[in-house]
């Protein structure tokens, strides 16, 4: 395999469509194999386009824009970074010869909860939890009748929770309506989906690198809000619960083919999984393999794109912990005891140029047995402030 220089002719080019966290750590892993990087967002000083060899803000869902920085970069491959993009610019720069990254066709499926839903329960056969797709007040109120409360409602593009909202008496019907209409993306349809009274819930990253499938340990986490606050890895399951769950996350990854890093996620209720959803890219509760493993999932994903080995080592448990702006701030400053940066603990900053609340902008690392592993990083979190 031959490796390029970064802004040579020849160079080996990967372009970033959205450029947070996760994708500051792609850029990151890209460029210490030689890979040239362009990170796209659609605000600047994102925290990708801090680290990339260039950087563009542009409107991303605006089919035009979107290809004219591919047509003008002409990157090797382009890695899809966050769910609010012009799937139709993707598809038209795949027609064009560009390599989209897993492809466009399963970017334009997970993008759409709607289309992954059908996808993967009514063609590929996998459990999942009840569902009904609705677009009025009325249909909501019928499918809370067919379903049965409680439920969860959530717009068929969001992500991060953002719309979601769980219907625990007919009470709240109303409200989650309006919840899921103020919502970014496009919620002029929302999936209405039984609560699945889970165990637990994993994200079983899966890596497809066009020669072979393989699997991390399984991550366990905590979602306040549908957001990540807490994840850790390994979760301890029954071999045969995780051999379904990592026959599953197979079928569904086959079904959509191409190269990179997939993040599964599943509910697991005695010794029944159930399938939720997938992100065809690093997912933010795999932050914890940047302490876990040998090689994180953003290096992996490289691995991935480029068809490399994907060989790593397991380092040991370990957790992360999200931590959440309490500040709106245009020059945001966080304040973290220097205990944090320990012989088994760290935290990443993702550098993000303003704050909201709420709005992730760090995260804990820590290198432990898991349950002490989450209690420190809980606490480092606790104990940060900005
Ligand atoms: N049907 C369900 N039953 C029980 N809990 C659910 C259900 N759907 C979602 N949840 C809870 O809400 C969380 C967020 O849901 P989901 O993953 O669908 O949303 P998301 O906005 O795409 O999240 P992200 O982008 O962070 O992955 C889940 O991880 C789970 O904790
Ligand atoms: N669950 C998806 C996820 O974690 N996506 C990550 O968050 C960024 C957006 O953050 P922002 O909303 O703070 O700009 C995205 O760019 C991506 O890195
Ligand atoms: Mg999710």
């Not at 349809?189 to 499938?213: H, M, Q, S």
């Not at 079928?251 to 999984?273: C, I, M, P, Q, S």
């Not at 999932?297 to 957790?319: I, K, M, N, Q």
Request: hydrophobic letters at 40%; charged letters at 25%.
């Amino acid at each position: 395999m031959h490796f390029t220089t970064p802004l040579k002719s020849n160079s080996t080019k990967i372009m970033l469509i959205g450029s947070g966290e996760l994708g500051k750590e792609v850029v990151i892993e890209a460029s210490r194999l030689g890979i040239e990087t362009v990170a796209v967002d659609s605000y600047p000083q994102a925290p990708a386009h801090l680290v990339a060899n260039r950087s563009y803000v542009i409107n991303m869902k605006n089919k035009e824009e979107l290809l004219e920085v591919i047509r003008l970069e002409k990157p090797t491959f382009i890695l899809p970074e966050v769910e609010a993009l012009s799937i139709e610019a993707l598809i038209e720069a795949e027609k064009e010869g560009f390599c989209v990254i897993p492809n466009a066709d399963a970017v334009k499926k997970t993008m759409n909860r709607k289309n992954i839903r059908e996808f993967a329960a009514e063609q590929l056969g996998l459990k999942t939890s009840g569902y009904v797709f609705v677009k009025t007040l009325e249909a909501l109120q019928e499918a809370t009748k067919i379903l049965g409360i409680p439920c969860v409602v959530k717009p068929v593009m969001s992500s991060s929770g953002h719309g979601q909202s769980v219907i625990r008496s007919e009470a709240d019907i109303q409200k989650a309506w309006e919840i899921a209409k103020e919502a970014r993306g496009d919620a002029s349809e929302l999936i209405v989906e039984a609560f699945v009274p889970f165990d637990y819930e994993i994200t079983l990253l899966t890596v497809r690198n066009g020669k072979e499938t393989v699997f991390c340990e399984p991550i366990g986490h905590i979602q306040e809000n549908g957001d990540y606050v807490l994840s850790w890895q390994p979760v301890p399951m029954k071999p045969e619960v995780l051999a379904k769950a990592q026959m599953m996350a197979k079928a569904v990854t086959d079904g959509l083919g191409g190269r990179g890093l997939f993040g599964v996620e599943f509910f697991v209720k005695d010794d029944e999984v159930y399938f939720s959803e997938l992100s065809p890219r690093p997912h933010d509760t795999g932050m914890v393999t940047m302490i876990t493993q040998s090689q994180s999932e953003f290096a992996l994903h490289v691995r991935a794109v480029l068809g490399l080995p994907l060989d790593f080592t397991f380092y040991g448990s370990g957790a992360s912990g999200a931590f959440k702006s309490m500040n709106e701030e245009h020059v945001p400053t966080l304040t973290i005891p220097e205990s944090a940066f320990s012989k088994n603990s760290f935290v990443r900053i993702f550098g993000k140029p303003v704050s909201h609340v709420g709005r992730r902008m760090a995260v804990a690392l820590v290198l432990d047995e898991v349950e002490a592993a989450k209690k420190r990083a809980k606490e480092i979190v606790a104990s940060m402030v900005g």
